[in-house]
């Protein structure tokens, strides 16, 4: 499978834990998304890498969030002393620089905070 | 700031109608559209992607229109399955193609 991986797909974690969620892009991409979605909405944008160099954040992305490229392949992200509200599907995107930046899905990760 | 809306929220239909989906945006400086389809619990299935100098894309019984002046798209699904039951997303990217913005969807079921 070629496709955007994600690790793992469902997490159920207690109020102040940390969580760390993995995104394998497509092998070929050098930009990766992050973005959240909430019951019933269209997802929201988070934050993006260029290669390794992380280029944008939203003002979603609290300082208990903190997402990595280490080597421009797989990120990370990660959730310090989750809160309910964190409670969401986590979804990685890749795409090419070029292209017409046609963006790529994950199946996302899951997390329910108790 | 961009927003998107989608018009209707939910929709039922018997199968083998056509049925078409709306969707608008307040900033027409985008770079494209692209639509997509969700499955409840999964992640996102890209279909169509329309660039901003396009006007519409095919892709079997699915056709995308794009005005861009305007700020509207449209989604046509022709001879409606059950199968195409799902949530279907419109999203615009920027013009730097750092992000989309994503509507609310329009959550389909096809009744046999």
């Known amino acids: 499978d070629t496709g955007v991986s994600q690790d793992p797909r469902h997490k159920i974690t207690k109020r102040g834990q940390n969580v760390t969620f993995r995104c394998d892009p497509i092998?070929?991409?050098?930009?990766l998304y992050w973005y959240r979605q909430t019951l019933g909405q269209g997802p929201e944008f988070l934050t993006y890498?260029?290669?390794?160099?992380?280029?944008?954040k939203s003002r979603l992305l609290s300082d208990r969030f903190s997402a990595e490229r280490p080597k421009g392949s797989f990120s990370t992200l990660e959730i310090q002393r989750t809160e309910q509200g964190d409670s969401a599907m986590y979804l990685c995107?890749?795409?090419?620089?070029?292209?017409?930046?046609?963006?790529?899905f994950g199946p996302g990760t899951r997390l329910t905070v108790l | 700031k961009q927003e998107v809306t989608q018009i209707p929220a939910a929709l039922s239909v018997p199968e083998g109608e056509n049925l078409v989906l709306n969707c608008s945006f307040t900033?027409?400086?985008?770079?494209?559209l692209q639509w997509f389809r969700q499955d409840p619990g999964k992640g996102l299935t890209s279909l169509l992607l329309?660039?901003?100098?396009?006007r519409e894309q095919t892709s079997g019984r699915l056709n995308a229109s794009l005005d861009k002046s305007s700020g509207r798209s449209t989604l046509y699904i022709a001879a409606s399955q059950p199968g195409d039951s799902a949530t279907y997303l419109c999203?615009?990217?920027?013009?730097?193609?750092?992000?989309?913005?994503f509507g609310g969807g329009t959550r389909l079921m096809v009744k046999p």
């Open positions: 995107a890749s795409s090419l620089l070029a292209g017409g930046y046609e963006q790529f």
């Open positions: 092998s070929e991409h050098n930009r």
């Open positions: 890498f260029q290669n390794e160099a992380q280029l944008e």
């Open positions: 900033d027409s400086a985008i770079y494209n």
């Open positions: 329309i660039q901003s100098s396009q």
């Open positions: 999203a615009v990217i920027n013009n730097a193609g750092n992000m989309l913005t």
